[in-house]
């Protein structure tokens, strides 16, 4: 680089910082805006100019979600609060803490089974030699080309017709039937990526097909194995179609549906939502900070081989 | 110990015939060499042996049991890889431990059975690395390690010397002939090379298109081959192969070259393919054949000399002489033949006459 002229140099550095900051903003700003205005009250995210930054914090939003419950609602109260400075409830504000339970539930079900029937699926498809696994494959794969949407009217009855509305486990079903055909994808290339005498190694030295996967592709694949953890635990915590149409209440309400409902018909409180959506992120970001090292890596495992 | 018998082993994948219906018997202890080009279905052998891939057709045995649907952790065999297969996520103490521990052995004998082994291949030292550290030689240690750690009764080598440096190679042979001598177990070898199958082997068995072309000892592959692939397979600088016929007076024809041929070898009229092997030549003497030919390239390897010529009739040959003969470019020479030591083959079924 020394020999290079420094006008073209300088140039490109503020190219790039402009543009990586244009991004950034981009990507960043909706998440800052979220946080920074959960911590103020109605009158303050709704003033003209904006308050980019809380005039100053507050955790009257947080408060009142932890506390929901033993607030009551009624048309009264709600009218007792001025719209304004946002001392208004959302009627289902006291579901929320529940919901949150209902989400990691199902999330950590969803990541636990996904990856039992992945792993299991993907193994015998990448490794195990038997007539129409390509057929298998591509079965599995099909099932995804279906837009989720037209699926809602049937996969309701039959949910319905089992008797599993508002329930945990119809919600887990579903997500898993959402999760594990991309799973098995992404394991199925990773695994091939693994050379092949390695495996033939482990069964020659006195493996079976059980041992194979415990010793050999389980440890060699623990980026991938992480990357289908996150993925499967993020698409049910964010899910929302599914959700609305196959629960009712609070029993089986996932947090995405309880938070939707806090946009009202007679006023809906902006701050109120934006602490809830705080809250909603938590886990993920959470989630993401711990194993980032790996999802890197796992994310990138089915592109390229080797 | 353990006698290996294939029985008409078959292996088909689809419509093509990679292995066709193989008869070979291993004998307790014997030192097997499967030799020959790549695709010619001696690593498909060495695998249906092995249990890693499922036979088509036929029955394999150790000793008196059937083990044509065993799978491969049953049937007590060890198998070294080109790629050395090492287990990268355990160390080398690990990876040589590894098949004891499936077996539940007790730790204090595991730990013995790995220290034992690791000072017999000389890698004590590197016991603690992971296999990214170690070199291909050290490498392919530990993978012999892990392989006779278990004491099998049958070793399978799927081109175990393939990835290493000429040096290197050389050595390793050596410490496989060791092995093989001191544990007394029966070792099947892949290779498509010639000189590790001629070295290391009590009888090779030389593939080609799924077929055993020829199964013999080490001499009676190349002192007797039995057709032309054969012959050309095995020996470097390759064995020359001329085109001719048997004239009426009993002597090999092609052109204006004539050879004598051992009397009464064949029939005149035949169409036949000579072979000579380059370092059955000698200087003219009664009682050898004497063939003129101008020498056209001289390379000397320092123990002896290669030479190219061209004899009556246009026929190129290979010849190793040795160095002591001083020839130069150019030169016409006379070299003597001795007609038991040349190879007449069918022209037309490449069979030995």
């Not at chain 1, 709704?46 to 005039?55: H, S």
Request: charge should be neutral.
């Amino acid at each position: 680089m020394a020999g290079r002229p420094l006008a073209p140099r300088i140039g490109r550095a503020v190219l790039l910082a402009f543009f990586s900051a244009l991004f950034v903003l981009y990507v960043a700003g909706p998440v800052a805006w979220l946080v920074s205005s959960s911590l103020q009250t109605e009158a303050q995210i709704t003033a003209i100019p904006p308050n980019w930054l809380p005039p100053e914090v507050n955790f009257g939003n947080f408060d009142a979600i932890l506390n929901a419950a033993e607030r009551q609602v009624t048309y009264e109260t709600r009218r007792q609060g001025d719209p304004a400075t946002g001392g208004f409830l959302p009627s289902g504000a006291a579901n929320l803490i529940p919901s949150l339970w209902n989400s990691l539930t199902v999330g950590l079900w969803v990541a636990a089974l996904n990856l039992l029937l992945s792993v299991t699926a993907a193994y015998a498809i990448a490794v195990i030699d038997f007539r129409g696994r390509r057929a298998t494959l591509y079965t599995v794969l099909a099932t995804r080309v279906v837009p989720d949407i037209a699926l809602i009217v049937p996969l309701f009855l039959v949910i319905r017709n089992l008797g599993l509305i508002n329930t945990l486990g119809a919600l887990v079903v579903t997500y898993l039937a959402i999760t594990v055909p991309f799973t098995i994808f992404i394991l199925i290339s990773y695994f091939e990526g693994i050379p092949r005498d390695l495996y033939r190694a482990a069964r020659i030295d006195g493996c079976g097909h059980w041992g194979a996967l415990r010793h050999v592709y389980l440890p060699l694949s623990l980026p991938a194995l992480v990357a289908s953890l996150t993925f499967a635990f993020l698409t049910s915590w964010n899910e929302f179609v599914f959700a609305l149409v196959l629960t009712q209440n609070v029993a089986a309400q996932t947090l995405p549906i309880v938070i939707s409902g806090f946009v009202m018909d007679f006023t809906t409180s902006f701050s109120f939502v934006n602490a809830a959506g705080v809250i909603a992120i938590i886990p993920p970001v959470l989630m993401a900070v711990l194993f980032q090292r790996y999802i890197v890596s796992g994310l990138t495992a089915g592109a390229v081989k080797g | 110990m353990a006698a290996i018998t294939c029985e008409k082993l078959t292996k088909r994948y689809g419509s093509v015939t990679a292995v066709d219906r193989l008869d070979l018997a291993i004998g307790h202890g014997e030192f097997m060499v499967l030799l020959g080009p790549s695709g010619c279905g001696k690593t498909t052998t060495l695998n249906m042996i092995a249990g890693l891939e499922e036979i088509t057709d036929g029955t394999l045995r150790f000793d008196a049991t059937d083990v044509t649907w065993q799978p491969p952790h049953k049937r007590e065999v060890a198998m070294v890889f080109q790629s050395y297969a090492l287990y990268p996520n355990k160390t080398v103490r690990e990876n040589i431990a590894f098949p004891l521990q499936l077996r539940r052995t007790p730790r204090a004998e595991v730990e013995r059975a790995v220290a034992d082994v690791s000072e017999q291949l000389e890698i004590a030292h590197l016991l603690d690395r992971h296999p990214s550290q170690l070199s291909g030689g050290q490498r392919q240690r530990v993978a012999l390690g892990r392989a006779i750690v278990r004491k099998p009764s049958v070793f399978l080598m799927d081109e175990p010397l393939s990835n290493l440096d000429a040096a290197l190679r050389l050595s390793m042979r050596s410490l496989i002939k060791h092995l093989h001598q001191r544990l007394q177990a029966t070792f099947v070898y892949v290779t498509h090379d010639q000189a590790e199958a001629m070295t290391l082997a009590d009888r090779i068995a030389v593939m080609r298109g799924g077929l055993i072309q020829q199964l013999d000892t080490p001499d009676g592959i190349y002192s007797r081959p039995a057709n032309t692939f054969v012959a050309s397979f095995l020996g470097s600088p390759p064995i020359n192969l001329v085109e001719g016929e048997i004239a009426a007076d009993g002597r090999f024809a092609r052109g204006a070259l004539r050879l004598d041929l051992p009397p009464g070898a064949v029939a005149p009229g035949r169409a036949v393919t000579l072979g000579l092997r380059p370092e059955d030549v000698a200087a003219p003497a009664p009682g050898l054949a004497s063939l003129e030919a101008r020498v056209t390239l001289v390379s000397p390897l320092g123990s002896e000399t290669l030479l190219e010529v061209v004899a009556p009739g246009d026929v190129a040959l290979t010849l190793r002489v040795p160095k002591e003969w001083r020839v130069r470019h150019g030169d016409s020479m006379t070299f003597g033949i001795d007609p038991a030591r040349l190879h007449l083959f069918d022209r037309q079924t490449e069979a030995r006459l």
